[in-house]
């Protein structure tokens, strides 16, 4: 008889677990302007003002129950990731992957070095994983720290475990990196999981030069992903409807607070006895 989450669930550092609606957001990233700044500029070509790369990501989990082959320290095979947002490859931006696992993992620090960037295990307990992106050096001189929490078990505790149907647990994210290189801006301004802006007339790009320290044998092809099948599909007018959604809840809360305030207002003129009339 498979054992409920509740029983499990919280042993390992028990975190505050969001739920499964996959959540958004932007997340900005500036180059520093120290002297680093100066030789990056001397390597990848003068910065274009006032522009911005979007690079959509999608950041989560996929849990499996082991079923009859659940011990009570393995009873989950899952896999963390980070991914494109329609499974693009992200090496063109990405250069390396750290995840930082619980501490009672052998070797909790792992690094992923190419695509596709994730990471399997077994286990038993939730906990929250740390996921650091280095970029590569044209990109971004520093790190992005992402923070998920491992989730394997459904939301609804009562319910019997599934060894066909896995949890999963996605955030959706879109970098923006700021002021980006001619050199960069023409490497990646025809790469599809890379979003850029028209540039200005009369611009002219330098040849695009490939990426640094890149092994072309470890590339993959993370459309044919053998986990695709789960992922959730994010876009970014999906995103901008959620927004809208999200802001006329809110003004619609709004509009009855203050319909609720003015009416208490008439209620508090009407007892005023007459001499504060």
């Known amino acids: 008889m498979p054992q409920s989450s509740s029983t499990k669930k919280h042993v390992q550092e028990p975190p505050d677990v969001t739920g499964p609606n996959p959540k958004s957001q932007r997340t900005k990233m500036v180059k520093s302007s120290d002297d680093s700044d100066k030789k990056f500029v001397q390597n990848t ?3 274009l003002k006032e522009l911005e790369v979007g690079v959509p990501i999608v950041y989560g989990n996929i849990a499996f129950w082991l079923g009859k082959k659940a011990s009570e320290f393995q009873s989950h095979k899952w896999t963390v990731y980070v991914r494109g947002a329609t499974n693009e490859d992200l090496s063109v931006v990405v250069k390396r992957v750290v995840f930082q696992l619980h501490s009672s993992f052998n070797n909790p620090t792992r690094v992923v070095d190419g695509p596709p960037f994730e990471l399997s295990e077994c286990g038993w307990g939730e906990f929250e994983i740390v996921i650091t992106l280095h970029f590569h050096t044209d990109v971004c001189d520093k790190p992005l720290h992402l923070y998920h929490h491992l989730k394997l078990y459904p939301e609804d505790e009562s319910g019997p475990l599934s060894t066909k149907k896995p949890v999963v ?3 959706y994210d879109e970098i923006v990196l700021a002021e980006p290189s001619e050199a960069f801006f ?4 025809n790469h599809p999981a890379v979003s850029v802006p028209r540039l200005p007339p009369g611009l002219n790009l ?3 030069v490939p990426i ?3 092994d072309r044998r470890k590339r993959s092809d993370s459309k044919d992903h053998p986990l695709s099948q789960w ?3 994010f876009s970014e007018a999906d995103e901008l409807l959620k927004l809208t959604a999200a802001r006329q809840q809110v003004q619609g809360h709004i509009a009855r607070l203050r319909r609720q305030l003015s009416l208490i207002e008439g209620q508090h003129q009407q007892l005023k006895p007459a001499d504060d009339l």
């Open 45 to 47: 070509g003068k910065k």
């Open 186 to 189: 023409a490497r990646v301004q």
């Open 231 to 233: 992922f959730t599909n």
């Open 169 to 171: 647990v996605e955030s």
């Open 212 to 214: 640094e320290d890149v």
């Open 206 to 208: 330098p040849p695009p």
